[in-house]
């Protein structure tokens, strides 16, 4: 097993100073990885996933960073349970989460009270499936160590968010990733806590690893948009096998137009706008050539609908009663799909302006999903 990160990375002794203190603590630990925006939070969690998975066969790690998820396409929050180590740093790679919610959106800062509830009801299921174990001789549950990896909206009401989140998880690890802008990083200490310090949380910081000319930390500048496309582009390529000869975006956007979608009635399904309001006579206009959530829609009021995935709503036939979808999700799944979620996720432009490409929101042949 191979922990050592890609080339392009150089872990500073503190991280890993940092990884290895957490790793072996004398109980599997919840650790809590928040700082301003690309001061490192997912390379570190990353390499604290690897770090630990020396030590536990399997890690949980519960992704609260919308817009730039870890393991899945962004507007998710989700829980994925890790079992491989991954030794690129760099190039994120898509899991199938144990649980997932489709928020809908690149930030939080649309709606940070539903927010806060899908990232309690995440972690609520991970306390439920992972952290009860029953008294007897053969307790049906282990502990997994968990991971949460959060956004780098730290000030104003993101500040306020991140508190609540912190409060509510209650880890055993904080780690604090600092920059030199000092303007810029969380407060000092145990910022969350309205009690003195009582030991009880190990609150761990460190510097971002991206440093200029005179050592001093700094934020690591990106461009997230299109690293967002390109994830859901990833995604949508799992509908192919892995030796489809598809290698650009043309071919991707060629093989999505001849792809065959599922044909679904739409009486079968309920359809939700995420964060906005749609008049019923626009509903169709509105959900045609879109990204949609995939989703179980619960009949208790309490129960937020689990996601399975994102699909392409590639042509609606109001006539007939059905809706053309295109999803990399399993049958076995969408049998169970009873809910589309719409929020602010498009379909990457890249794949709509390839020259000389038939669009791909028109369909004939279709497959039935009842």
């Known amino acids: 097993m191979d922990s ?3 080339l392009d990375i150089c872990i500073p002794e503190q991280w890993s100073e940092a990884a290895d203190s957490i790793a072996y603590s004398s109980t599997p630990p919840i650790v809590f990885i928040c700082g301003a925006k690309n001061c490192g939070k997912t390379t570190f969690s990353r390499y604290l996933l690897n770090i630990l998975l020396h030590k536990y066969a399997k890690v949980a790690y519960l992704d609260t960073d919308v817009g730039q998820p870890e393991f899945t396409p962004p507007a998710f929050l989700s829980l994925t349970v890790v079992h491989k180590v991954t030794p690129d740093l760099i190039v994120p790679c898509l899991k199938t989460p144990e649980r997932c919610l489709f928020f809908g959106d690149v930030s939080s800062k649309r709606d940070p009270s539903t927010y806060l509830s899908y990232v309690f009801a995440i972690y609520d299921y991970y306390q439920k499936e992972y952290c009860i174990s029953e008294k007897g001789e053969n307790p049906c549950n282990v502990k997994l160590p968990l991971i949460v990896n959060t956004s780098g909206w730290v000030k104003g009401v993101g500040y306020d968010v991140l508190v609540d989140m912190l409060k509510y998880i209650s880890p055993t690890h904080v780690v604090k ?10 407060p000092a200490g145990e910022f969350w806590s309205d009690e003195e310090c009582d030991g009880t949380i190990n609150l761990i910081e460190i510097n971002s690893a991206h440093q200029d000319s005179s050592n001093r930390s700094l934020l690591f500048q990106k461009d997230a948009r299109p690293l967002r496309d390109l994830r859901i582009m990833a995604y949508f390529r799992q509908c192919f096998s892995s030796d489809s000869n598809i290698s650009t975006i043309k071919e991707l956007a060629h093989a999505l137009a001849s792809h065959c979608p599922y044909e679904v009635p739409i009486a079968s399904v309920k359809i939700r706008h995420l964060h906005y309001e749609v008049p019923s006579s626009e509903m169709f206009f509105c959900l045609n050539a879109t990204i949609v959530g995939l989703a179980v829609d619960s009949e208790e009021p309490e129960n937020l609908p689990w996601c399975f995935g994102l699909g392409i709503v590639r042509g609606i036939d109001s006539v007939k009663g059905v809706l053309y979808v295109i999803t990399p999700v399993p049958h076995s799944s969408l049998e ?16 709509l302006q390839v020259q ?4 791909p929101y028109m369909s004939a042949n279709t497959l039935a999903v009842n």
């Open 4 to 6: 050592s990160p890609s």
């Open 177 to 186: 990733i600092n920059i030199s802008s000092e303007n810029k990083n969380l």
């Open 336 to 351: 169970k799909v009873n809910l589309l979620l719409q929020g602010y996720i498009q379909i990457p432009s890249c794949l």
């Open 356 to 359: 000389g490409c038939i669009s």
